[in-house]
């Protein structure tokens, strides 16, 4: 593992010493190429290993740093989850089932409901840890994440 991990409380106006402070870094980082440009600098001094949350933005900078693999080889998620906001947001904003849809596994309704149906009549607690963690996955498809923070 890095010595130096980079975190994203920043970027969602946390700051555990000054609430304005936590304010003011709300306000600069509204915009995710705000974010982006900050990770950008990070990586040209060296520090490659993002640790962040699995919050709907941070899909938007997978996303970047996904399509732009070539200039930042090596660049490394470390996610940490759950991430509780994001789910309550959703189920308030899209219904339960609308939250469901958007929180799958790329398997699907089926394959998902079936894992999750089993696992619960089995009280299979790694089979639903699992069915969380690859829902909560699927917005760093295709980049390295060799740690996940639960």
Not at 25 to 36: L, N
Not at 100 to 122: E, I, Y
Not at 138 to 149: A, C, Q
Request: proline share 4%.
């Amino acid at each position: 593992m890095d010595n130096l991990l980079f975190g994203d409380n920043q970027f969602f106006g946390v700051n555990h010493m000054s609430e304005e402070k936590a304010r003011q870094q709300q306000m600069r980082f509204q915009r995710t190429d705000a974010v982006i440009d900050v990770l950008k600098d990070a990586y040209a001094e060296g520090v490659t290993t993002f640790m962040c949350t699995t919050h709907d933005r941070i899909g938007e900078v997978a996303h970047y740093f996904r399509e732009n693999r070539e200039q930042y080889p090596d660049f490394t998620f470390f996610p940490g989850m759950p991430y509780a906001h994001k789910y309550a947001n959703a189920i308030t904003t899209d219904g339960m089932m609308g939250a469901l849809k958007r929180f799958l596994p790329n398997s699907g309704l089926v394959d998902a409901a079936m894992r999750g149906t089993s696992s619960l009549v089995g009280k299979d607690i790694e089979g639903l840890v699992t069915l969380l963690i690859d829902a909560e996955m699927k917005m760093f498809e295709g980049l390295p994440t060799p740690v996940i923070w639960l």
